[in-house]
């Protein structure tokens, strides 16, 4: 059967420092990759997303990024992180040839 | 763009009732939705989606209805449980999934 883990769960960090969360997949191969940004209204917003290794697709400006240097690994990153980076961080996977998402259990990232 | 969005933020039912939760979609070129549970601290879980080739699809204590003709979708949850307390959202599918803000369900004993 397929898992996804995103590590770290809870993270907390001062603004201006790096970050890195990693997710991966398992018991599937060629996986669709998200990160999703939760915040406090609730609603989830799509940031990347990779139909392959080396392939990120950003929908939205800001200071992440994010990388797939294997096949069912996928990070999160960013240089400096900002008060408003503060959420509930979300990757998730599906394959290409269905709709639904699978998602991890999450990263709750806060910026002081 | 796409936005899909929910009627009401909260909706607050007793145990044992029935619950429906709303969702409208704005754009027709869909075909595929679904819904998802959030546990508080958690990441959404699938319950159940439909096509949009099918206008109703029933799981287990769950119904979902899907309106092409006013872009509407709905889930029914039938004898709600305080288990079912959680998040609900609805998506549908673009190019990527797009989500709807949620609804925060409430079930009181």
């Known amino acids: 059967s397929q898992t996804i883990h995103q590590w770290p769960a809870t993270l907390v960090q001062p603004v201006g420092s790096p970050l890195s969360l990693e997710c991966t997949v398992e018991g599937t191969s060629n996986p669709n990759l998200y990160w999703y940004r939760q915040a406090a209204g609730r609603g989830l917003q799509l940031l990347f997303y990779?139909?392959?290794?080396?392939?990120i697709s950003s929908e939205v400006p800001q200071n992440l990024s994010a990388s797939r240097p294997q096949d069912r690994q996928f990070i999160l990153s960013s240089k400096k992180l900002l008060l408003s980076d503060s959420g509930f961080y979300l990757c998730?996977?599906?394959?290409?040839?269905?709709?639904?998402?699978?998602f991890g259990e999450g990263s709750r990232l806060t910026v002081l | 763009g796409e936005s899909v969005g929910l009627h009401l933020p909260t909706l607050s039912v007793q145990e044992g009732d029935n619950s429906i939760i709303n969702c409208a979609y704005s754009n027709s070129a869909s075909d595929y939705f679904i819904w998802y549970k959030q546990e508080s601290g958690k990441g959404p879980q699938f319950i159940i989606d439909?096509?949009?080739?099918?206008d109703k699809r029933q799981g287990q204590r769950v119904t979902v209805l899907l309106n092409k003709t006013v872009k509407h979708l709905s889930l029914q949850i039938a004898a709600t449980q305080p288990g079912d307390s959680a998040v609900y959202f609805c998506?549908?599918?673009?190019?990527?999934?797009?989500f709807g803000k949620g609804t925060m369900l409430l079930v009181s004993p």
């Open positions: 439909i096509r949009s080739n099918m």
């Open positions: 998506a549908a599918l673009y190019s990527t999934l797009t």
């Open positions: 990779s139909v392959g290794i080396g392939q």
């Open positions: 998730a996977w599906n394959l290409g040839d269905t709709g639904e998402l699978f």
